[in-house]
């Protein structure tokens, strides 16, 4: 047997990512999902932070009912964007005093209307910056973003490589990759950070697709690119959901299989707040409910 039929046969570790809901029926569906998707076992479920920190009643609030109602860890993402390194640093010692341990820390997101992005004078500066300030204040596990195709701020590749660099530097865990949809983007990617010096884990992202139209919006806004091939398995599928649940499901199952014959033996999945694809992925990665003691 190679070692990669070893690899394809012990299960990854997966972690699941929710967004805090802003209506009842979006709640429902979020802690369904939340119910269902613990029963895989994740290492951590992340809790997304609006964009300004818009979400962050919401954030803090589902955070708190995930460490009270379910056995599962929470993350919540914790963003630096126009607030002051005090009102991070209170933030983050109420997590701690919650019970949370884990973080996803994140620059954020600049305002629509702003094209050059300047830091507050009393704020963390940058993601690298948040990171080691949170460290300061408790021992987090920190994790932090990572672009296979360069974020779209930065000035070159190497110059995002370096910031990944910097925040893994400044005591973070582990990186989680903006998602992609060939597996050849990642690969390269890990093979630059390794080259780089980088030891820590780079987690790939994986987003199953429930929608196509809202999928290019995505992508556009965080400079992931959208293959012809991929573009043609959804063409004509708008009005067919069945039918593009299981060609989303293949797609996904496909470039997960295809990494983990690289060794790749962590994923992270963007659930928006639903279960059924991910529990599909997960169950062709090995990745399954364990079943209840007779």
């Not at 699941?16 to 939340?34: K, L, V």
């Amino acid at each position: 047997m190679s070692d990669n039929d070893d690899t394809m046969n012990t299960a990854p570790r997966v972690s699941f990512e929710f967004f805090p809901p802003n209506t009842e029926a979006m709640e429902q569906t979020m802690w369904a999902s939340i119910e269902r998707l613990a029963d895989l076992h994740p290492r951590f479920v992340s809790v997304t932070y609006g964009a300004d920190g818009s979400t962050r009643e919401r954030t803090h609030d589902a955070v708190e009912r995930i460490l009270n109602e379910t056995s599962v860890t929470p993350a919540p993402h914790l963003t630096c964007i126009d607030a002051s390194r005090g009102e991070i640093d209170d933030i983050a010692r109420d997590y701690w005093a919650m019970g949370v341990r884990h973080l996803v820390a994140l620059r954020g997101d600049a305002p629509q209307d702003c094209d050059d992005y300047q830091a507050r004078g009393d704020g963390y500066a940058y993601a690298s910056d948040l990171v080691a300030g949170l460290k300061r204040v408790a021992d987090f596990d920190i994790s932090v973003a990572a672009y296979p195709e360069v974020h779209p701020e930065a000035s070159d590749a190497q110059f995002d490589l370096d910031n990944l660099k910097r925040k893994l530097d400044a005591g973070a865990s582990r990186a989680i990759t903006q998602f992609f949809f060939e597996d050849e983007l990642f690969l390269r990617f890990r093979d630059r950070c390794a080259a780089a010096g980088i030891e820590d884990s780079i987690v790939p992202g994986i987003l199953p697709i429930t929608r196509f139209p809202q999928l290019t919006r995505f992508a556009e806004r965080c400079g992931a690119s959208v293959p012809e091939w991929l573009a043609d398995r959804f063409a004509g599928l708008d009005d067919d959901k069945d039918t593009r649940q299981l060609i989303a499901a293949s797609v996904a199952i496909e470039l997960a299989q295809n990494l983990q014959r690289e060794g790749v033996d962590e994923f992270h999945f963007y659930t928006l707040n639903r279960a059924q694809l991910t529990v599909a992925i997960c169950h062709a990665l090995g990745v399954r409910a364990q079943p209840a003691a007779a």
